[in-house]
Structure formats: structure tokens, C-alpha cells
């Protein structure tokens, strides 16, 4: 049923129960009027009669009766009475002229009847009836039930005195009979009136209180409006004084302020997304009843389970399979405690660190932030800063001790020459030793250029390039050093672009860095692999080599600057690579085991008019109704 109905119901149901209540009142008090009228009627009549008896008794001093026997004298009156034709008279005109009273009589003391309306009893002794008093008192429904159970003949009396002493009492007998055919056509009326006021309040009531609503069905018609983001203009009253009018102009301006938040609100989630979605951090966001109402990306991952199927759902159903990290969550959640950094077993076997904060506004609890880290990738990173660490203090030392010997070198190099001219005119036998330390000096001198080369900051020439072409190029370099080793390179690169922003020479200097090292690190032949693919927003690249494999005591130091295990070699190349890397944002690492051979796998960002070339493909294809 629909709100105006269920106001105009009320409203006329009440109406009816308030004029049911008033006609109940009337009606009750024109039967307590018209019973109470008929009470004081009969009992002045008995007033009326008693006056009329006392003064009707006859001189009795004249008589043979002796006046000072209360006794003779009752015994005189009560054998006159009978014969009172006056007093007979009044009491049977009494009868006559009012139509509720059924008899009229005159009853000794003892309740015999000295005077009668009805001649058969009197002498005769009348049995008691109840007090007509008792039905005045009456509430209206026992009034009711009185007058209208079967016939019943109730009394009304006064009492009759003789000389100061009682003589006997006048009763006059009201019949509910009489009293129904006097009363009914009154109540009958009474009742008429009820009804028909009932039936008019329910039909005004009903009609003004839906004249008065009528302007909720346009009022409706405004907020569903609103509700859909209509932009019309509202409709009102002709004035914009009375309530509608207000209320109207109320709705248009809410109208207007939900559509600006619904824009804010649309750019805010939209911001939000696309921050979300470059989070490597999982991301729960919990109201103050514990439902979930922001995830990102990555806590599919780790919890296995869609970001649709999250959304809405309370902490305790997210977190039920009553594992670990579920109980221990679910108990911060009821303990209300924050968790610190704590490490789990996620879906698929992930080690993840959660850690729950709860958000408070002036000491009110609003909602729970819930942070979940892939736990190697907290590892990897440790180890990259370790390493740039390493590699830092190791270019300040490297640059100082660069510094410290390129002076002394060029000083040699000088009081060489000048000693090589004066000695080839003593000595010439001596030349050739002048010549091997010159050679020697110069190797230390580019050494040491290496050195300072390796640590000076570059400035990248970045251009666009299809990563494809880079592993192209580089393999070609590659050719002949794995021919000479007998290796076959093998090329699985993704089927649609690739496109990076790099610097070529150093990112191909990268590359190939790794790919001697593998096709080296294989001196009875094999084969090195070469692949490259999209992961999300980056390029991920591996090389893997059928090598002897990275010893595990020397993992964490290969790409220290210095460090190799070759015996040729210089420890530039990886620390180099590495280096190159972290100059265009990207990463790389390896897994290696002994005699398994080796993959070193990097991860390149993708260049962002790939990415918004992407996302307008995306919004061709789903467009926005609006």
C-alpha cells in the first residue's frame, strides 16, 4: 500500500474513532438524562402524594378513637385510607398522566397495601422491588442491559410520617417496558445522528486529508527525479510561501547539491581506482560495522577471492575459513585492537605481513584500514636497498680512491717519459723495461676511468621502443660468443608490442651483460632462453642459461661492484646492469641452483602512451550512458 493511502487511512480512521467516541458519549448521556428525568419525576410524585395523604387525614379528636394510642390511631387511619377517594384519585391520575410509571400505591409499615392503583391488592401485602435509584447510578452499559432485559418494575418511594413517628411510605413502580417506548425513539435518533456524523467525518476526513497530501505524489515525482539525476526544473506551488512551494524549492536544491557531490564523488572513485589499481599493497577498507568498502588489486591475490565478491561483505564473512590469519584478524575485529606487522600464509601458499589500524574521528571509532604485503616482495625490497646501499658506499669510496691515485698516475706517467728520454741514450737495453711499466700504468690508468665512469651520473636518452627489438639486437650481439661456446639461443617473446621508454645503448648494455654471463657460464654447449611478456603494467624479460648454476654462499653478492667468480673477470658487468635498472624504475633478480643453471628476470615499466592508448581502446569499446 502506498504512503499517501496509509496516511489518509490513518488519518480518516482516526476522525471515525473520534466521533465514534463523541456520539458513544452523547448517546450515553441522553439515556442517563432521559432515565435520570424519569428518577426525579416519580420521586416528586411521591412527594406530591405524601403531601396530599398527610393532609387528607381527618380530625380524629371528634371520634371515639382515643388520639394518645399510637396504635388506635394508625388502626383509624389505616381503615380510612382505603376510602380516601381524593387521594385514589391523585394516585391513579398520577398513573395516567406519565407514561413510565406502572402503579402508584400507599403500604404500611409492615408493606400492606392501605391504598392501591391496582383494588386487588389492597389489604394485601406487596412484595419488595429492587430501588430504581440502583439504575440511575448505573454505568451506560449496565444502564442498557437494565432497560432492556426482559420486563422489570422498579420502585421509587417516600416515606410517610404521622405525628413525628413513621406511618408507612408512598411508592410509585417505574416499568423498564414503559421506560423502553419513551427512551427508544430518543436513543434511535441519538444513534441515527452517530451514524450519519461517522459517515460524514469518515468522507471529509478522507477527502481533505487527500487534498491536503496531494501535492506528495509531485513531491515524489521531485525526488525520484533527484534520485536519478534529472536536471529539470522542479514544479511547485504558485506561491512560494506555503509549505509545498518550500518544500519544493528545498528538493531542487538538494537535487542540485547531490548531483555536484555525485560528480565529485564519480571523479573521486575514479582517482581512487586508478590509484588502487597501481598499489602493490593489498588494501581492505572497513566501516564502522565492520563491511568492506574499498579493495585493491592485490588482495585477490592474496586472499584468492574476486574484488566483487568482497565489496559489502562484513570482516567475518571475508574471514572464515578459520585459518591463521583469519583468527587472528576476526580477533582484532571483536578485541578492537590494532595488529601489528604479523606474517601468514595466504591463498596459494603466499607468505603475506597484515597489519590492521583502526580509523578514529575525535575518539570515535569510524572504520578499519587492513594492509596486506607480499612478504618476498618486503624481502626483495630490503635487499635492493641493501644493494643500492652497498653500491652507494662503494662509488663514495671508489670516487675518493679514484680521485687519490689518477694525480700520482698522471705524475708517473710524466717522470716516465723524462726518464725514458735520458736513459735511451746511457742504456737503450732499457727501453724495454720503461715500455712494460708504461703499458702497466695505463691499464691502472683505465682502470681507474672505469671506475670513475661507472659511478659519474648518466643522462638518459630516453626514446619509445619496442622491448621486442631491443632482445633482437641483443641476441644478434650475442651470436658469435655463443656460437664460439656452442650455445643455441632460443627467442619467446610476446605477440603484441611491447613498448618501453629507454635509453638504448645502456639498456641493450644490460641485457647483453647477462646474456655473455649465461652463454659463458655454459662451456660444454647448451641452450640459453631468451622470453619477454606483460605483467600488468610492466615488461617482465627472462634469461635462462642451462649453466652450472650461482653457488648459494655467493648469491647476495652478485651484483656488488668487484664481485665475480670468473677468472677473467672484472665484477663491473652485473653491478652494472643493475644499476642501469634502477635508472629506468625498473627491477631486476635471479633464481639460481647449483648445476640447474640460472634466470635473471627483469621487469621494465611500459611506457604510459601505451598505457593511455590502452585505456582509450577500453573506453571505446565499454562506453559510458549517461
Same mark, same amino acid.
Given at each position: 500500500m502506498r504512503r499517501k493511502a496509509i496516511?489518509?487511512?490513518?488519518? &480518516?480512521?482516526?476522525?471515525?474513532?473520534?466521533?465514534?467516541?463523541?456520539? !458513544? +458519549? !452523547?448517546? &450515553?448521556? *441522553? +439515556?442517563?438524562q432521559r432515565i435520570t428525568s424519569a428518577y426525579e419525576s416519580a420521586n416528586r410524585l411521591t412527594q406530591q402524594l405524601a403531601y396530599f395523604a398527610e393532609?387528607?387525614? /381527618?380530625?380524629?379528636?371528634?371520634?371515639?378513637?382515643?388520639?394518645? $394510642? /399510637?396504635?388506635?390511631?394508625?388502626?383509624?387511619?389505616?381503615? !380510612?385510607? @382505603?376510602? %380516601?377517594?381524593?387521594?385514589?384519585?391523585?394516585?391513579?391520575?398520577?398513573?395516567?398522566?406519565? @407514561? =413510565?410509571?406502572?402503579d402508584a400505591s400507599v403500604l404500611d409499615s409492615n408493606g400492606k397495601a392501605l391504598l392501591h392503583t391496582n383494588p386487588q391488592?389492597?389489604?394485601?401485602?406487596?412484595?419488595?422491588? /429492587?430501588?430504581?435509584?440502583?439504575?440511575?447510578?448505573?454505568?451506560?452499559?449496565?444502564?442498557?442491559?437494565?432497560?432492556?432485559? @426482559?420486563?422489570?418494575? !422498579?420502585?421509587?418511594? =417516600? /416515606?410517610?410520617?404521622?405525628?413525628?413517628?413513621?406511618?408507612?411510605?408512598?411508592?410509585?413502580?417505574?416499568?423498564?417496558?414503559?421506560?423502553?417506548?419513551?427512551?427508544? @425513539?430518543?436513543?434511535?435518533?441519538?444513534?441515527?445522528?452517530?451514524?450519519?456524523?461517522?459517515? *460524514?467525518?469518515? +468522507? +471529509?476526513?478522507?477527502?481533505?486529508?487527500?487534498?491536503?497530501?496531494?501535492?506528495?505524489?509531485?513531491?515524489?515525482?521531485?525526488? $525520484?527525479?533527484?534520485?536519478?539525476?534529472?536536471?529539470?526544473?522542479?514544479?511547485?506551488? %504558485?506561491?512560494?510561501?506555503?509549505?509545498?512551494?518550500?518544500? &519544493?524549492?528545498?528538493?531542487?536544491?538538494?537535487?542540485?547539491?547531490?548531483?555536484?557531490?555525485?560528480?565529485?564523488f564519480s571523479a573521486l572513485k575514479d582517482n581512487v581506482d586508478q590509484l588502487m589499481s597501481t598499489l602493490q599493497d593489498g588494501l581492505m577498507l572497513f566501516t564502522r560495522d565492520s563491511r568492506v568498502v574499498l579493495v585493491s588489486a592485490p588482495v585477490e591475490r592474496f586472499l584468492g577471492t574476486p574484488r566483487g565478491e568482497l565489496l559489502g561483505r562484513t570482516a567475518r564473512d571475508v574471514f572464515s575459513g578459520g585459518t591463521p590469519l583469519a583468527a587472528t584478524v576476526l580477533d582484532a575485529f571483536e578485541r578492537r585492537r590494532p595488529l601489528s606487522q604479523r606474517e601468514f600464509v595466504a591463498a596459494a601458499g603466499r607468505r603475506v605481513q597484515v597489519s590492521l589500524d583502526f580509523v578514529q574521528e575525535k575518539s570515535t571509532q569510524i572504520g578499519a584500514l587492513l594492509i596486506m604485503r607480499d612478504a618476498e616482495s618486503v624481502r626483495r625490497i630490503g635487499d635492493e636497498i641493501e644493494m643500492s646501499r652497498r653500491l652507494s658506499a662503494s662509488g663514495r669510496v671508489t670516487g675518493g680512491v679514484a680521485h687519490e691515485v689518477k694525480n700520482p698516475i698522471n705524475a708517473i706517467v710524466l717522470h716516465l717519459q723524462l726518464l725514458q728520454n735520458k736513459l735511451a741514450q746511457l742504456d737503450p737495453d732499457t727501453r724495454r723495461h720503461m715500455d712494460i711499466i708504461g703499458s702497466e700504468i695505463h691499464r691502472l690508468d683505465r682502470v681507474v676511468q672505469t671506475l670513475v665512469d661507472f659511478m659519474r651520473a648518466r643522462e638518459l636518452h630516453l626514446v619509445e621502443v619496442d622491448f621486442r627489438s631491443l632482445l633482437d639486437d641483443v641476441a644478434v650481439l650475442a651470436a658469435p660468443e655463443a656460437e664460439q661456446h656452442g650455445v643455441h639461443v632460443k627467442r619467446v617473446v610476446f605477440a603484441e608490442p611491447l613498448v618501453i621508454k629507454a635509453d638504448l645503448d645502456l639498456m641493450k648494455q644490460a641485457l647483453l651483460n647477462v646474456v655473455i654471463n649465461g652463454i659463458q657460464s655454459m662451456s660444454q654447449g647448451g641452450q640459453l632462453t631468451i622470453s619477454a611478456h606483460r605483467e600488468e603494467n610492466a615488461v617482465v624479460a627472462e634469461i635462462s642459461d642451462q649453466g652450472s648454476g650461482i653457488p648459494q654462499d655467493v648469491q647476495d653478492k652478485v651484483f656488488e661492484l668487484y664481485f665475480t667468480t670468473k677468472k677473467e673477470g672484472n665484477g663491473i658487468g652485473l653491478a652494472q646492469t643493475y644499476q642501469i635498472l634502477q635508472w629506468h624504475y625498473g627491477s631486476v633478480e635471479f633464481q639460481s641452483a647449483e648445476g640447474a643453471g640460472t634466470t635473471f628476470r627483469f621487469r621494465v615499466p611500459l611506457a604510459a602512451s601505451s598505457l593511455d592508448a590502452e585505456a582509450d581502446a577500453i573506453a571505446q569499446s565499454n562506453p559510458v550512458i549517461s
Open positions: 496516511i489518509v487511512l490513518a488519518i &480518516s480512521f482516526m476522525v471515525t474513532v473520534m466521533v465514534t467516541a463523541f456520539s !458513544y +458519549l !452523547y448517546i &450515553s448521556q *441522553i +439515556l442517563r393532609n387528607d387525614l /381527618p380530625d380524629l379528636s371528634s371520634t371515639r378513637i382515643d388520639t394518645n $394510642d /399510637p396504635a388506635a390511631v394508625r388502626r383509624a387511619l389505616a381503615d !380510612y385510607l @382505603p376510602m %380516601d377517594t381524593n387521594l385514589l384519585n391523585n394516585l391513579e391520575s398520577e398513573v395516567a398522566l406519565w @407514561p =413510565f410509571i406502572y391488592l389492597v389489604g394485601k401485602q406487596v412484595a419488595p422491588r /429492587p430501588d430504581f435509584h440502583s439504575v440511575t447510578t448505573a454505568r451506560f452499559r449496565e444502564q442498557l442491559r437494565l432497560v432492556y432485559s @426482559p420486563a422489570a418494575v !422498579y420502585d421509587v418511594s =417516600f /416515606p410517610l410520617q404521622l405525628n413525628g413517628a413513621p406511618f408507612g411510605k408512598i411508592h410509585i413502580g417505574v416499568s423498564t417496558v414503559f421506560l423502553q417506548s419513551e427512551i427508544t @425513539p430518543r436513543l434511535m435518533h441519538a444513534i441515527y445522528f452517530s451514524i450519519a456524523s461517522i459517515f *460524514i467525518s469518515l +468522507l +471529509l476526513a478522507a477527502g481533505i486529508s487527500n487534498i491536503a497530501l496531494g501535492p506528495l505524489k509531485e513531491i515524489s515525482r521531485n525526488l $525520484d527525479s533527484v534520485t536519478l539525476g534529472g536536471t529539470e526544473e522542479f514544479s511547485g506551488s %504558485d506561491s512560494e510561501h506555503d509549505e509545498f512551494g518550500l518544500v &519544493s524549492l528545498k528538493i531542487a536544491n538538494l537535487g542540485r547539491q547531490i548531483r555536484d557531490s555525485r560528480e565529485i
